[in-house]
Each structure stands twice: as C-alpha cells, then as structure tokens.
C-alpha cells in the first residue's frame, strides 16, 4: 500500500467555524507534511513531524493547528480561518529514517474555501 | 523559505527531448527532488540527487552539480501525457522547498 489518503476532497467553511483535515497513511513511515497549494503556485511547506513529534513549523499562523496521534495520522485542526487561506491542502509522507529514501508520497488534498 | 529558479513554461513535441532547468541557494543544501503534478492532481515524485552527475529512471534523468547549484530534469520521448507542472524542490534536512514550478506543455 503506497497511498496517503486525505479527507474530506473538499471544504467550505465560514470565518468563526472549526474544523479538521485528515491525513492517513500505512506505508510505516515516520516523516509526514502538510502543505499549502494556491492556485498556478508551488506546495508551501507548513509543518513537518518526525516520530510524531513537531519538527518544523514554517512560521504558519496560528489558526492551523497540526496535531499527530499516531504514526499513520496527521491532522490539521483549522479556526478562524481568513478567506486568504482558501487554498489546496497536501499530505505527503516519507520514510523519515538516516539513510532512506527521500521520496516524498502526496496525498490528494483537501481543496478548501473559507467563506 | 529558499529560492528555487525554474523556467516558467517549456512547450516541445511529441517524440522530443526537454531539459528543466533548477538552479537553489546552498545555504543548508542536501539534495534535490523533481515532482510531476498534473492539473487537479497531487505531485508525485520522480527523482532525487543527493550528488554530483546524473540519476535516470525510464525516459527521465535528473542531474545535479552541487558546485554550481544547479540540477536539471532530462525528459526524453516525450508523451502527451507528460504535458505537466515539473518541480524542483530542495531538500533542507527534514524540509522541503519547491521551486515556482515549470510548466510543460507537449504538442502532437
């Protein structure tokens, strides 16, 4: 199984609202990502865990909140979000291990649209 | 977040030869990735270089020379199915930065 899968495909959400991105995958690796896609632009890096512990956090606002209950679950817990923030949200893993691969497996995205 | 050069859009024919051009900054270098993403999908990776000279998987080789920061994707044979976004991305330890991506458009 070489799949990161992420729910919902799609959301739309109001500014006071509060919600969640899920993140899935069970390839036992221990590197996983959420980035930021606007449209014609590249994936931004927003956060990094390794070993399920935050590794990196790009500067992102607070609003988004990552949270990784286990090594096959990422989340990002969304609030008060700013119509800017509309935008495709990627999952992606990695082994994460000295050594392995670097190969980076994306999921298929959250497409969300705060209102 | 590093810079990553890219050419904006490449166009070239069915059964061609096309180089994507990268060049990176070297603060904290260690290796360079190249992803596919087609419109509407998620990228999916294609080749990293961790060193100097040339990676070839199928139709595509990466290639990177460190001393002058800079790598570039060979896609050979061209197919109309490679009609995509090509990115660059550097790998600064556990982060990942992508390039402003190129755009390849393949003609019959």
């Known amino acids: 199984d070489t799949e990161v899968t992420q729910t919902p495909k799609h959301l739309v959400m109001g500014m006071t609202n509060k919600k969640s991105l899920k993140c899935e995958q069970h390839m036992g690796h221990r590197a996983m990502y959420w980035y930021k896609q606007k449209a014609k632009k590249p994936p931004e890096l927003m956060f990094v865990?390794?070993?399920?512990?935050?590794?990196i956090n790009e500067s992102v606002p607070s609003r988004f909140s990552p949270e990784c209950p286990n090594s096959s679950l990422l989340n990002l817990h969304l609030h008060a979000l700013q119509p800017e923030d509309s935008a495709l949200y990627l999952c992606?893993?990695?082994?994460?291990?000295?050594?392995?691969?670097?190969?980076?497996?994306f999921g298929p995205g959250t497409r969300l649209t705060v209102t | 977040g590093q810079s990553l050069e890219q050419p904006s859009e490449v166009t070239a024919v069915e059964g061609a030869i096309v180089q994507i051009n990268c060049t990176y900054q070297?603060?904290?270098?260690?290796?360079l990735s190249w992803y596919q993403q087609h419109d509407g999908g998620a990228p999916t990776f294609l080749s990293y270089?961790?060193?100097?000279g040339l990676e070839e998987t199928g139709r595509f080789s990466s290639f990177l020379s460190r001393s002058d920061s800079y790598g570039y994707l060979l896609l050979q044979e061209l197919q109309m199915k490679d009609s995509a976004s090509y990115f660059c991305a550097e790998r600064n330890f556990n982060k990942f930065y992508f390039g402003s991506g190129t755009k390849l458009n393949v003609k019959p």
């Open positions: 270089n961790a060193l100097d």
């Open positions: 865990y390794s070993y399920e512990k935050l590794s």
């Open positions: 070297t603060s904290g270098f260690y290796g």
């Open positions: 992606a893993s990695s082994q994460g291990r000295p050594g392995a691969s670097y190969e980076q497996y």
